[in-house]
């Protein structure tokens, strides 16, 4: 619980809104996956880089011998930074520019994901310009539907994702032909903040079926990477401060059929960070309005844009307070009506200056914030209480 241990008199004069990372429950959440993994000695872990980005949690990813997936050649450029291994890297994205590309191909990454077949053929040439070997696998759309936001559904054929099903014998026959890919496996993702195990089984299902029609035909299937997508309690981070990885690695042990030795790659990044960072604000003024009551904080969708773009729900404490609960619309001050926390939540009183915070933000926060309005971009604040 972040109440009561959050260190209010050692950040009591810092400028809000900022995040707070708890790096204990972070280093935690680390030793839990790596126990977790151990008993699967074929599985390997890539970090979602797109979920933070920042430096001092790169590292502490890295130190915990990850890999690292990356979707763009910035993210590749800060994962060498941070001290993950170039051979431990992998690099997706539907829309890779040619310098992206070039990078990556002079740190020798372990592997790209290629999305299209106008992709591969660029990544012959320009590898070729280099007498070099890109190491590929082929992302694959499964048309299989997430029980998710619709905007972070990835799997379905409506999706820009991947290589449509039925064109993947014909891009495999491709690869297989040109001088400067190496044709390594295949790459899957369904989507993101899934908590629904069926929908990794309907995954396995899908690659299972696909491999086996793949070695009817004669093709080879290399290895697998089933992407990420496990989600966290958003509703109850008190009562689940980390993701359910046991379940998560033993579902894709139990339906997933690869022959023995086969590696088997993740890219879990929200359900490693998400769960250590919160969004810490002031408020700024309570309001009352002719049906409802306004706490108005200092923190907006430029810091944390989530609510705004997905409806997304956070748990919202007051860090100052032991009042009564009472009910409010948490809002921000961005010129904007859909900067929006929260409606009608129960929180204990607010009074200006009181510390606010909004939990589960460890993932996909910092990393989407902007300057909207010309908002300063949030510091961050690293605890580690050991």
């Keep these: 619980m972040l109440k009561g241990t959050f260190p209010v008199a050692r950040f009591s004069s810092l400028k809000t809104p900022f ?11 680390l030793d839990e996956l790596r126990a977790q993994m151990a008993r699967y000695p074929d599985y390997r872990m890539h970090y979602a880089v797109k979920a933070n980005f920042n430096p001092e949690i790169l590292r502490l990813i890295a130190s915990a011998g990850f890999g690292a997936d990356c979707v763009s050649g910035g993210e590749v450029q800060a994962a060498l930074d941070a001290g993950f291994a170039a051979k431990d890297i992998v690099f997706a994205g539907v829309g890779k520019a040619d310098w992206e590309i070039n990078l990556a191909l002079e740190a020798g990454i372990g592997r790209f994901n290629v999305e299209s077949l106008p992709e591969l053929e660029v990544l012959d040439a320009l590898a070729g310009a280099r007498g070099a070997v890109a190491p590929v696998s082929l992302r694959v759309n499964p048309d299989i ?20 099903y039925e064109m993947l014998e014909e891009v495999i026959r491709r690869a297989l032909s040109l001088e400067h890919v190496a044709f390594k496996g295949l790459h899957f993702h ?11 089984v309907a995954l396995c299902n899908r690659v299972n079926e696909l491999s086996a029609r793949l070695s ?16 966290i309690q958003y509703q109850h981070p008190n009562h689940f401060p980390m993701a359910d990885f046991a379940g998560y690695f033993a579902t894709f042990k139990k339906h997933l059929a690869v022959k023995p030795g086969t590696p088997v790659h993740f890219e879990l990044g929200r359900s490693i960070v998400a769960p250590c960072g919160s969004l810490i604000c002031r408020v700024l003024y309570v309001k ?11 923190g907006s969708m430029t810091e944390l844009i989530r609510p705004a773009l997905y409806k997304a729900y956070h748990r919202i404490e007051n860090l100052s307070s032991d009042e009564p609960e009472e009910v409010y619309d948490v809002v921000g001050p961005v010129c904007e009506s859909s900067d929006v926390f929260a ?12 510390f606010i915070a909004i939990r589960s933000a460890g993932a996909y926060g910092e990393a989407m914030a902007s300057r909207y309005n010309l908002h300063t971009l949030p510091e961050a604040f690293f605890d580690w209480r050991r």
């Excluded at 995040?19 to 959440?29: E, F, G, N, P, V």
């Design 145 to 164: 539907g997430a029980h998710t936001h619709a905007n972070i559904t990835t799997g379905l054929a409506e999706n820009k994702f991947g290589i449509a």
């Design 343 to 354: 409606k009608a939540v129960e929180i204990d009183r607010c009074h200006r200056g009181d």
């Design 19 to 29: 995040y707070y990372y708890d790096m204990d429950l972070l280093a935690r959440t």
């Design 216 to 231: 009817r035909h004669g093709l080879p299937v290399g290895d697998i990477n089933v992407g990420g997508g496990l989600g």
């Design 288 to 298: 009352q309005g002719t049906s409802r009551q306004f706490a108005i904080i200092d």
């Design 190 to 200: 369904i989507g993101s903040q899934i908590l629904e195990m069926d929908d990794f």
